[in-house]
């Protein structure tokens, strides 16, 4: 079974940059995509980015393209979040999460079935 | 992007009743919608994924349904540990979003 845990949050000034990490433990990481969900105080869980297993495509919401960017480093088991331009709707607690698939006769289906406890990032000055 | 509109935003139910939340997604997605629930300060859960199918050890009482474009998530029979907020999303892009959550209140 794998655990995910997310560091690097914190407060942050804004217009900042920050990186946060996801870094796995007890399985292959380098089987499975990973995502970034974040949720906003009061909110709701909003998907942010999500890497593949090789960490050749990275994908993002709409509302982080061009500010947030996905890397990860197999051999460390961890992947990484770039955040720039910090601005104050950043504030959210950060999960990173495992993709996992489920495989019928004729179709696959993912879903996230591993998660970490979070990381908080608030953005004030 | 595929865009997921959920209702209700909240609800209040008793202890035994019937919940039912639903989920439309803005194209036509197959069954490639999961649900998920999450409880304050803790990680989210996957129930259901493929619309239909129950992940591993969530209770039988939650169910799944629909394709297309319109989905539902019903609790039957709602218990106190039910209190919670429930999200739909959808996996038929890699924009993997959710709905913008239900929040179930126990009355």
């Known amino acids: 079974q794998m655990d995910l845990v997310e560091s690097g949050g914190g407060v942050v000034q804004p217009g900042r940059s920050l990186r946060l990490s996801c870094v796995a433990s007890g399985s292959t990481f380098s089987y499975y995509g990973i995502y970034w969900v974040r949720q906003a105080p009061g909110k709701g869980l909003e998907w942010a980015a999500g890497?593949?297993?090789?960490?050749?495509?990275?994908y993002y919401g709409e509302s982080v393209k061009g500010r947030f960017t996905l890397s990860r480093d197999n051999s460390k088991n961890t992947v990484y979040l770039e955040i720039n331009s910090l601005g104050a709707n950043d504030t959210a607690v950060y999960y990173c999460?495992?993709?996992?698939?489920?495989?019928?006769?004729?179709?696959?289906?993912?879903?996230?079935?591993?998660w970490g406890k979070g990381t908080t990032v608030t953005v004030s000055s | 992007d595929i865009h997921m509109t959920q209702s209700p935003s909240s609800l209040s139910a008793s202890v035994g009743d019937k919940v039912t939340i639903t989920c439309r997604a803005s194209?036509?997605?197959?069954?490639?919608v999961n649900w998920y629930q999450h409880k304050p300060g803790k990680a989210p859960n996957l129930l259901i994924y493929?619309?239909?199918t129950l992940h591993t050890g969530v209770p039988s009482r939650f169910s799944g349904s629909g394709s297309g474009t319109d989905f539902t998530l019903t609790i039957n029979s709602l218990q106190p540990e039910d209190l919670a907020s429930y999200y739909c999303q959808q996996t038929f892009s890699r924009v993997r979003a959710f709905g913008q959550g239900t929040k179930v209140e126990i009355k």
């Open positions: 890497i593949s297993k090789d960490g050749t495509k990275q």
């Open positions: 999460a495992r993709e996992f698939w489920d495989f019928t006769s004729t179709d696959y289906y993912y879903y996230m079935d591993v």
């Open positions: 493929g619309a239909s």
């Open positions: 194209q036509s997605i197959g069954n490639y």
